[in-house]
Structure formats: C-alpha cells, structure tokens
C-alpha cells in the first residue's frame, strides 16, 4: 500500500504571497491532519479533516486554512505569507481519525 | 504551555546496548500516548503507542512504560542498533486525535 505522498517537496515563496500545498492518504484512510514543524516550536498541530469538514483546529491564524476532497486528498493554504512560516509542513493520515496517524514526507516551505 | 516535554535533548548509546528515552507530560486528558522516529528530511515514523489504561507496551525490541501518577512515560529500545539513530518524539493524544508533541530527543547510537 502506497503512503502518504506531498507535493511540492520543497518551495520557496517570497513575504506576501501565498501557497498551496497537497496531500494524499494512505487508500482508505479519510482523516488528514496538518502539522508545521518548525526549529523554535516544534511539531504544532494546524488542523484535522475528516469526510470533506475540518473537525480540529490548532493555535494557527486565519491565514492558515484548509480543505478536503470527496477523494481525501487535502490541500491547505497559506496567505500572505510571513518570514515565520518557514517550516516543514507535515501532513498524517489515519483511517477515522481515532486511530494511530501516519506521515507523509512533508512540504519544506522557504519564505525570502 | 508546553503539555509534553521530552527535557534531553540529545542520547549517545553503543550500540547492543539499552536506550531510554524520557518524556513528561501535564494534560490529564491525554488517553493515548504514541513515539515516533524522525530522520532528516523524512516524516516520522510511527513506532509504539500506549493508552492510559495500561503501564506497558512491547513490540520487538521497543517498549514503552507509562506512570499515570507521575505523568511520565519512557521508551526502552534493547538492543539498540546504529540504525536507530534519529530524533525521537512523544506525543500524547485524546483518542489519537490532535497529537501534542514534544520537542524531540536526538539518539546516536555509536558502533
């Protein structure tokens, strides 16, 4: 069975702009949960979504949002991009969200 | 407000022998508790879990021990291997939801 898979690996933007990244499940699993992980505050939960709604939300602005496809693959977005939201962008998926969640490779984002 | 703390930051074993890993934790809420592997430019890896009602949990040559009372749970790798260096996070969960992890233990395991 194939495992989560991300894309784009690796991005660089400029302040201001804004990004969108993707995430496929493992087949079969319909919860995808996104996480930043940065040096100074670690691995940080952004959100949860489970049949196409967000279910769980983290401490991240509004800047920071999300969606999920009838498929759910999962794309989350990023406006007006800041200096601080250079990070690894994980993404994890489960079959319910009630079970144990497995990682993708995630997205390493670079804002100039 | 940091719920999970893992407070070495770094663990240097040879290799054969064992590897302990700490971690503590403060939300009582916390039912399942999981440890992941991470190398570089990888996501991590999903190693063990343990739910609040048990004390232990073995899978080959990991185990993870949990004291409720003292909001602690450790990782024992035995025998620890080369190929077990990476950094290693906890994380704890209500119904494996919303993971809090912590901020990591770098293992190397030496020849």
């Known amino acids: 069975k194939a495992g989560v898979t991300q894309t784009p690996r690796y991005l660089i933007k400029t302040r201001g702009q804004q990004v969108t990244l993707s995430c496929s499940p493992i087949?079969?699993?319909?919860?995808v949960s996104w996480y930043q992980q940065t040096p100074g505050q670690g691995l940080q939960f952004l959100f949860e979504?489970?049949?196409?709604?967000?279910?769980n939300k983290g401490n991240f602005p509004g800047r920071f949002s999300g969606r999920q496809f009838s498929n759910s693959r999962s794309e989350m977005n990023v406006s007006t991009l800041e200096l601080g939201d250079s990070a690894l962008y994980l993404c994890?998926?489960?079959?319910?969200?009630?079970?144990?969640?497995?990682f993708g490779p995630g997205t390493r984002l670079l804002v100039l | 407000d940091q719920q999970v703390k893992q407070n070495s930051p770094s663990l240097s074993v040879q290799e054969g022998r064992i590897s302990i890993l700490n971690c503590d934790y403060t939300?009582?809420?916390?039912?399942?508790f999981l440890w992941y592997k991470k190398y570089p430019a990888e996501g991590p890896t999903f190693l063990i879990s343990?739910?609040?009602?048990?004390d232990k949990n073995e899978d080959g040559r990991f185990t993870v021990f949990l004291n409720k009372s003292a909001k602690h749970l450790s990782l024992h790798i035995v025998p620890s291997q080369p190929g077990d260096s990476a950094v290693y996070f906890c994380?704890?969960?209500?119904?494996?939801?919303?993971?809090?992890f912590g901020t990591g233990t770098r293992l190397l395991v030496s020849p």
């Open positions: 343990i739910s609040s009602i048990k």
């Open positions: 939300n009582s809420m916390f039912d399942y």
């Open positions: 994380a704890g969960s209500t119904g494996f939801q919303k993971l809090v």
């Open positions: 994890a998926s489960s079959l319910t969200g009630r079970e144990t969640q497995y």
């Open positions: 979504y489970f049949s196409e709604t967000q279910r």
């Open positions: 087949s079969g699993h319909r919860s």
